[in-house]
């Protein structure tokens, strides 16, 4: 599985983003997919996950009701739309993948992913 983060840069406080993962060499509907990300000397945080069939969303509470994912199988790109964007979101994104999650139940928890792409930088200015 191969996974292209891209859609980052700076924007001012309140902007939006939209960020893109494109995933090629599968059938993206086999695959939860979700947004991460790392702040300078911080860890990594689930930010927000859409399943496999049903699409079920998950999102952290820290950008609930500002950032929206979706997904289109037909273009096998998953999106994060970032809106009212705060300095506080500024951080590297990733986007990862999981097609058999087992036991693993936490769809915001990095361990529950297997596949992970190269992230893409997001700054907001104050």
């Known amino acids: 599985v191969q996974l292209q983060a891209s859609g980052g840069g700076l924007v001012e406080f309140g902007g939006s983003l939209r960020l893109s993962c494109a995933a090629s060499g599968v059938i993206l509907d086999d695959y939860d997919i979700g947004w991460f990300r790392q702040a300078p000397g911080g860890e990594r945080e689930g930010v927000s996950c859409?399943?496999?069939?049903?699409?079920?969303?998950y999102y952290a509470d820290s950008v609930k009701g500002r950032f929206t994912i979706s997904r289109d199988n037909a273009k096998s790109t998953v999106y994060l739309q970032m809106d009212s964007l705060k300095p506080g979101d500024t951080a590297v994104y990733y986007c990862?993948?999981?097609?058999?999650?087992?036991?693993?139940?936490?769809?915001?928890?990095?361990?529950?992913?297997?596949?992970w792409g190269q992230g893409t930088l997001v700054t907001v200015s104050s």
């Open positions: 859409i399943t496999k069939g049903d699409g079920k969303t």
């Open positions: 990862a993948a999981v097609r058999d999650r087992g036991l693993r139940i936490w769809m915001l928890s990095k361990s529950t992913y297997d596949y």
